[in-house]
């Protein structure tokens, strides 16, 4: 009954170890990088930037998707792990048999009975596979790099789509602000061309086209207010919320503009080949598909493979029965009609495609950070541009309708310098935001958008 007594050892033994913490004990968990996920803002404050950034992180179904995909890949990881390993089994038997023949019972003798029992322990272990078990361990593990990889870049998009949609908002708001005043203007106006008709120093045509712009100022209102809640229904879905949640978001503080940027482009493009989340996914992949070429060369190599078998049998009507073996085998393909072949052309060709789709996204990524430093080279004259053309068209404004008040200026001047001026202030408002965004895109561009300050 040894043998009995060591099984339930050893199954007592499985039930321990998995209930202590070996249930991973490759530490596989811990080669994901985790779901970056540090919202703590838990109270009804309006969020800022970082608390918007945070919960679109913690929220975001691709930030989770890409975490999860991770530790299904860290889970093969220690699959391929596994295959270092001895396995071990163990079966138990019993039943309860009935001996019955034509002659027994035409003798009277009728049917015999016996019980028999048996144990059975079993032991494999792979000693020697040419690399097969290497080879396989590799490709896990690089399709693992490039899978947290791949998590960092969509973390990346992720915080890009919040930032956007964030200063979109206050964007769409200042665009509100501007149209508000706008009105008020063309309001303004209306009022002083239908005092100067009541008195006759204007013509009914002056009102009526004071009244038009009047008009078109509440239209570009109402159309300004339609953006803003949309804007507000984008930055909740960037958030992982439903378009329709309210939202309490804090003003970004004062816009600063930091024109000592980076000028040489060589350097921005060697950094973001280093730092692209995406490109080292790429490399990883094909490191992947390397070893994948050579676990399907040593899938046509032998194999060497210590086994043990210990076997328990009782049985009611003979003697114990128990028996013992140990072998080494060798396992060698001969011929498996091509296969062994034709997976390793297919394993070649399949590296060569990474190779190729590696050396694209590197070309891509030099094309990305040179659109994204000339948008925000751009975006920084833009800025430039806006501010005189704004100061320029407030004074404009200013004299025209001075002059018109006066009765020396014409009612078209008026509404010409109001328009100027309303276009100098939605100029100016999407100049400011938009280069925020530039500034974030060409970081993202680069692979190092969580190194930029968030106001």
Wanted: aromatic letters at 6%.
């Amino acid at each position: 009954m040894n043998i009995k007594i060591w099984l339930i050892v050893m199954v007592f033994f499985c039930h321990a170890a998995c209930a202590s913490g070996l249930s991973d004990p490759f530490s596989t968990e811990a080669m994901t990088s985790g779901l970056p996920c540090n919202f703590r803002n838990t109270s009804n404050a309006p969020l800022t930037l970082d608390d918007v950034v945070e919960r679109a992180l913690c929220n975001n179904p691709q930030t989770r998707a890409a975490w999860e995909n991770a530790r299904v890949q860290a889970a093969q990881v220690g699959v391929a792990k596994s295959a270092y390993l001895p396995t071990f089994s163990a079966s138990v038997s019993s039943s309860e048999n009935r001996n019955s023949s034509v002659l027994s019972r035409l003798q009277g003798a009728g049917s015999s009975m016996y019980s028999q029992t048996g144990t059975s322990l079993a032991l494999s272990y792979l000693l020697y596979d040419f690399g097969a078990r290497r080879a396989a361990l590799e490709s896990a593990n690089q399709t693992l790099v490039a899978l947290n990889a791949t998590q960092d870049a969509t973390i990346q998009s992720v915080f890009l789509s919040a930032l956007q949609s964030y200063y979109q908002l206050f964007a769409s708001g200042a665009a509100v602000d501007s149209a508000l005043e706008s009105e008020k203007s063309s309001l303004e106006s209306l009022n002083a061309a239908s005092t100067r008709h009541r008195i006759g120093t204007a013509t009914p045509a002056d009102e009526l086209q004071a009244k038009t712009a009047y008009e078109q100022a509440v239209l570009n209102r109402i159309t300004a207010e339609g953006n803003e809640r949309i804007a507000q229904g984008t930055l909740a879905n960037a958030m992982g919320l439903d378009a329709d949640h309210p939202l309490k978001i804090a003003p970004p503080a004062a816009l600063s503009v930091d024109e000592k940027f980076e000028k040489n482009l060589d350097i921005l493009i060697g950094e973001a080949k280093k730092s692209r989340p995406d490109l080292r996914a790429a490399e990883a992949q094909l490191r992947a598909a390397k070893a994948g070429v050579s676990a399907a060369e040593a899938a046509g190599m032998p194999s060497i493979s210590l086994s043990a078998n210990q076997n328990y049998t009782h049985s009611s009507v003979s003697d114990p029965y128990r028996s013992t073996q140990v072998g080494v085998t060798l396992s060698f393909p001969v011929f498996t009609g091509f296969n062994t072949t034709y997976r390793t052309r297919l394993a070649q060709a399949q590296a060569d495609a990474s190779a190729a789709q590696r050396d694209k996204l590197a070309m891509q990524v030099s094309l990305d950070v040179w659109r994204a430093y000339q948008t925000l080279i751009t975006g920084t004259e833009t800025l430039k541009s806006t501010q005189v053309l704004l100061d320029s068209a407030t004074q404009s404004e200013r004299v025209a309708l001075g002059r018109y008040k006066a009765g020396v200026g014409t009612l078209i001047d008026l509404l010409t310098a109001q328009s100027a001026l309303a276009g100098a202030k939605q100029q100016r408002i999407q100049a400011l935001y938009t280069w925020q965004i530039d500034r974030a895109s060409l970081a993202q561009a680069m692979g190092m958008l969580n190194e930029i300050p968030r106001k």
